[in-house]
């Protein structure tokens, strides 16, 4: 719900989690049309600078955030602990630099010493732990899985299917008696992407001197989950502060004056929210706006402006059909992977690409992405168009034409509605495209736009209303998949506990080798070992079809020639942002 995210939900949902996205971005790699920006010795100081953006903003808390804009403002006025580095992904030291013990299992982190609040109070380990604690307590966050690996905390979190609430404390996180901007978390086992998950910008800090006080003991979730200072923060530790919010028209972010790292050049960053993806070209055009990604549809047309640089590189992210396997409504069809694997043949991915994104993407047919280590190097079924074996495997389940052209079983339609967020106008037309070759197969199918932040709600809580859904995942720094296609990460509504499982597909050989890349029995995290079984994953995944993959496109990313120091990344977009600044 609109990058895993570890490194933003996705759902929704997020560098530290995977982010449910209305829109992606990935990592620069040559091509005929991107080009470096020039780093001047001198920059100049002063100026805004304007980002286009679809969706609004949701939340100013990176606890609660779970889509792309909410992400994006919360990564530009709270900084994480460790940063990614652009092109690689690899971690480095941002707010903490780290050790590691030689058992593999304790973190050791130090808070560097000129990190402040913006009201000038240092940034501490109990900061850390504020974080931490609310993650424990909120009813609203998708990361608790983040954490579950730290020592004590499925006894210290509520609200959760591991979580037992019955410890007031974390007994994995302990502060240095000696030093306040020290502190070490010991992990119950190892853990390979422990790193990533204890210490994204999404895990915090927060302030304790402004947040504690909704998380005293006793303190019920609602206390955190509705603090006004989740909407308008008031004290900060990124580049920039948070100082105006008109919903559905922008977001205003000022230059943090004491920011550790050096005040920004710019006095402003500004989220524009526009109705369309076209408004974005058309204020790239115009120079009202600053960078922004494009349509494929608009690359032409944009190559011909000459104020401009153009920036193009595969996402690391994908769009992807998810099918609702547990939706009441569908269940009997999408509840079996003979129904699921028609669908793949049948809905002709090739001809939306080329339709939709001017064959700007790579067709997917399992999680892992073309810039990931993990990314799939056995042979998997593609899935190529092939009417004739879906009509097969839909025969085969049961399923028959009746005398209105539609398909049945045991006297019920095949009836199916494909949900996408509203206004993305290639995902609205995927949609429809989708819907139209099922219509071929004799599926009763059609798409159905909705506004992003409650189609999000809806993805995250598990709602069963939902029979087929076209989003986004924006992917993160390291590629372990456990918060997407773990069943433990399936939302129960009757529970009221959320997750980002929810197409509801659960496979204990998929879950063993979600849990063997993330936790190996012989204590080998290398890239090799755990590659083996994102390879079973993938072929698992592959042959069940709980999505229709769908494609990872190129991300088309335009920026003012204005603009120094711009310098995007597949992990980052925004890594030196401090560092930017206006050509006058």
Same mark, same amino acid.
């Given at each position: 719900?609109?990058?895993?995210?570890?490194?933003?939900?996705?759902?929704?949902?997020?560098?530290?989690?995977?982010?449910?996205?209305?829109?992606?971005?990935?990592?620069?790699?040559?091509?005929?049309?991107?080009?470096?920006?020039?780093?001047?010795?001198?920059?100049?100081?002063?100026?805004?600078?304007?980002?286009?953006?679809?969706?609004?903003?949701?939340?100013?808390?990176?606890?609660?955030?779970?889509?792309?804009?909410?992400?994006?403002?919360?990564?530009?006025?709270?900084?994480?602990?460790?940063?990614?580095?652009?092109?690689?992904?690899?971690?480095?030291?941002?707010?903490?630099?780290?050790?590691?013990?030689?058992?593999?299992?304790?973190?050791?982190?130090?808070?560097?010493?000129?990190?402040?609040?913006?009201?000038?109070?240092?940034?501490?380990?109990?900061?850390?732990?504020?974080?931490?604690?609310?993650?424990?307590? +909120?009813?609203?966050?998708?990361?608790?899985?983040?954490?579950?690996?730290?020592?004590?905390?499925?006894?210290?979190?509520?609200?959760?299917? *591991?979580?037992?609430?019955?410890?007031? +404390?974390?007994?994995?996180?302990?502060?240095?008696?000696?030093?306040?901007?020290?502190?070490?978390?010991?992990?119950?086992?190892?853990?390979?992407?422990?790193?990533?998950?204890?210490?994204?910008?999404?895990?915090?800090?927060?302030?304790?001197?402004?947040?504690?006080?909704?998380? &005293?003991?006793?303190?019920?979730?609602?206390?955190?989950?509705? &603090?006004?200072?989740?909407?308008?923060?008031?004290?900060?530790?990124?580049?920039?502060?948070?100082?105006?919010?008109?919903?559905?028209?922008?977001?205003?972010?000022?230059?943090? *004056?004491?920011?550790?790292?050096?005040?920004?050049?710019?006095?402003?960053?500004?989220?524009?929210?526009?109705?369309?993806?076209?408004?974005?070209?058309?204020?790239?055009?115009?120079?009202?706006?600053?960078?922004? =990604?494009?349509?494929? *549809?608009?690359?032409?047309?944009?190559?011909?402006?000459? +104020?401009?640089?153009?920036?193009?590189?595969?996402?690391?992210?994908?769009?992807?059909?998810?099918?609702?396997?547990?939706?009441?409504?569908?269940?009997?069809?999408?509840?079996?992977?003979?129904?699921?694997?028609?669908? &793949?043949?049948?809905? /002709?991915?090739?001809?939306?690409?080329?339709?939709?994104?001017?064959?700007?993407?790579?067709?997917?047919?399992?999680?892992?992405?073309?810039?990931?280590?993990?990314?799939?190097?056995?042979?998997?079924? *593609?899935?190529?168009?092939?009417?004739?074996?879906?009509?097969?495997?839909?025969?085969?389940?049961?399923?028959?034409?009746?005398?209105?052209?539609?398909?049945?079983?045991?006297?019920?339609?095949?009836?199916?509605?494909?949900?996408?967020?509203?206004?993305?106008?290639?995902?609205?037309?995927?949609?429809?495209?989708?819907?139209?070759?099922?219509?071929?197969?004799?599926?009763?199918?059609?798409?159905?736009?909705?506004?992003?932040?409650?189609?999000?709600?809806?993805?995250?809580?598990?709602?069963?209303?939902?029979?087929?859904?076209?989003?986004?995942?924006?992917?993160?720094?390291?590629?372990?998949?456990?918060?997407?296609?773990?069943?433990?990460?399936?939302? /129960?509504?009757?529970?009221?506990?959320?997750?980002?499982?929810?197409?509801?597909?659960?496979?204990?050989?998929?879950?063993?080798?979600?849990? !063997?890349?993330?936790?190996?029995?012989?204590?080998?995290?290398?890239?090799?070992?755990?590659?083996?079984?994102?390879?079973?994953?993938?072929?698992?995944?592959?042959?069940?079809?709980?999505?229709?993959?769908?494609?990872? =496109?190129?991300?088309?990313?335009?920026?003012?020639?204005?603009?120094?120091?711009? !310098?995007?990344?597949?992990?980052?977009?925004?890594?030196?942002?401090?560092?930017?600044?206006?050509?006058?």
């Amino acid at each position: 719900m609109n990058r895993r995210e570890r490194w933003r939900l996705a759902a929704v949902l997020v560098a530290g989690l995977v982010v449910v996205t209305a829109c992606s971005t990935s990592t620069p790699s040559p091509s005929a049309t991107a080009t470096i920006a020039t780093v001047t010795p001198r920059p100049e100081q002063g100026g805004r600078v304007v980002e286009g953006a679809t969706s609004d903003l949701v939340t100013a808390q990176p606890v609660l955030s779970n889509d792309t804009t909410s992400s994006r403002v919360t990564g530009l006025i709270y900084d994480g602990l460790i940063g990614l580095d652009a092109r690689t992904g690899e971690p480095r030291p941002n707010l903490a630099s780290w050790t590691l013990s030689s058992d593999g299992l304790s973190y050791t982190f130090t808070i560097d010493e000129k990190a402040s609040w913006s009201d000038g109070k240092p940034i501490v380990a109990q900061d850390v732990l504020t974080a931490i604690t609310a993650v424990a307590r +909120s009813s609203r966050t998708v990361r608790k899985p983040m954490f579950q690996d730290i020592q004590g905390f499925n006894d210290f979190c509520v609200g959760a299917k *591991q979580c037992s609430g019955s410890a007031q +404390s974390l007994s994995g996180f302990a502060l240095d008696g000696g030093d306040p901007k020290k502190f070490t978390i010991k992990l119950a086992r190892l853990s390979c992407p422990a790193l990533l998950d204890i210490a994204s910008a999404a895990a915090g800090p927060i302030p304790t001197h402004v947040f504690g006080k909704y998380l &005293a003991a006793g303190s019920p979730p609602e206390d955190f989950d509705r &603090a006004p200072e989740n909407i308008a923060p008031t004290v900060f530790s990124g580049p920039f502060k948070l100082s105006e919010w008109r919903r559905g028209e922008q977001v205003v972010l000022t230059r943090n *004056q004491s920011y550790w790292r050096g005040a920004p050049n710019v006095d402003e960053f500004v989220v524009k929210i526009v109705s369309k993806a076209a408004a974005i070209t058309d204020g790239l055009k115009s120079g009202d706006i600053t960078f922004g =990604s494009i349509r494929a *549809q608009d690359l032409a047309d944009m190559q011909s402006v000459s +104020s401009v640089r153009i920036t193009k590189y595969q996402s690391l992210g994908y769009d992807y059909i998810a099918w609702h396997t547990r939706s009441p409504s569908v269940s009997l069809a999408l509840g079996d992977k003979r129904v699921r694997q028609a669908f &793949a043949y049948g809905i /002709d991915m090739e001809a939306i690409i080329q339709a939709v994104l001017f064959g700007e993407a790579t067709r997917q047919v399992a999680h892992h992405v073309p810039v990931e280590w993990a990314y799939p190097s056995s042979p998997l079924e *593609q899935y190529r168009y092939d009417t004739n074996k879906a009509a097969a495997l839909l025969r085969e389940a049961g399923w028959v034409r009746g005398t209105d052209g539609i398909l049945a079983k045991e006297g019920k339609r095949l009836a199916i509605t494909i949900s996408t967020n509203a206004l993305n106008s290639e995902r609205e037309r995927f949609a429809q495209m989708a819907a139209d070759d099922l219509k071929r197969l004799g599926v009763d199918a059609r798409a159905k736009p909705e506004p992003y932040e409650g189609l999000a709600t809806k993805l995250i809580t598990g709602d069963q209303t939902l029979e087929a859904t076209i989003i986004g995942w924006r992917l993160g720094g390291d590629p372990d998949p456990f918060v997407i296609w773990h069943s433990s990460q399936i939302p /129960d509504p009757t529970k009221g506990t959320t997750g980002l499982g929810f197409t509801g597909f659960s496979n204990p050989e998929l879950d063993d080798a979600i849990e !063997a890349g993330r936790h190996p029995g012989n204590g080998d995290c290398s890239v090799a070992s755990r590659k083996k079984q994102y390879e079973k994953v993938n072929k698992i995944l592959n042959e069940h079809q709980p999505y229709n993959f769908g494609y990872s =496109s190129n991300v088309i990313v335009v920026s003012q020639r204005s603009l120094q120091n711009f !310098a995007p990344g597949s992990f980052s977009t925004l890594h030196n942002v401090h560092e930017w600044w206006i050509k006058k």
